[in-house]
């Protein structure tokens, strides 16, 4: 029987690369080299089993972020939190793939990552960034477009197959994937900052 850390990343990777639909109990079970029933047995569904990968996945990561210290500068703020938020998803590939393809479909999952993890990540830097647009700091767009500004981007990061025939080496070091994410960070931030504000890390 594998340990439940292997368990949970093996989900992890079938759930990324099948989505959700194609990932049956069973083909779970023989990514995961279980008893078909072992889904139902351990975790009560499919649905469920879902949530404790994506709990596994992500929750440590919200426990470890913090609200900004007062005072902090909020361009800042808003930088290294791009910034992060790119290098954890070269860190995890087979997470970013999950999100990408949940977040285009209107379900029960798409609500359990909105409420439990991505509206209290994005409240973060909520704050800096209205500070930012109120100032003329950053560029005055709806929140939601900025915020589609940031995260769509990171399907550059992990979507291999389209980023070779782009060009993209085939095998790159943990070090050049983080570079791409920092130098991808940049562009991104430089775009939605006001022109002439712009900070040079």
Request: glycine share 8%; proline share 6%; hydrophobic share 45%.
């Amino acid at each position: 029987m594998p340990a439940e850390r292997d368990v949970l990343l093996r989900g992890l990777e079938a759930f990324a690369e099948l989505g959700y639909d194609r990932a049956s109990a069973r083909e779970l079970a023989h990514r995961l080299g279980v008893s078909h029933t072992f889904i139902n047995d351990r975790y009560g569904s499919k649905a469920a089993f879902w949530r404790a990968v994506v709990d596994a996945a992500l929750g440590a990561q919200l426990t470890r972020m913090a609200p900004a210290a007062p005072g902090s500068d909020d361009e800042d703020v808003v930088r290294q939190f791009v910034t992060e938020f790119y290098r954890v998803n070269v860190g995890e590939p087979y997470l970013a793939m999950l999100m990408v393809d949940e977040l285009g479909r209107d379900t029960e999952r798409l609500d359990y990552l909105y409420q439990r993890y991505i509206e209290p990540t994005l409240a973060l830097v909520v704050p800096s960034i209205e500070r930012l647009t109120a100032s003329g700091g950053m560029a005055q767009v709806p929140m939601d477009v900025l915020f589609f500004a940031i995260i769509t981007p990171v399907a550059g990061l992990v979507q291999e197959p389209f980023a070779r025939r782009l060009g993209r080496p085939e095998h790159l070091s943990q070090a050049e994937r983080l570079a791409r994410a920092e130098a991808l960070a940049g562009l991104v931030m430089d775009g939605l900052l006001a022109p002439g504000s712009a900070k040079r890390p």
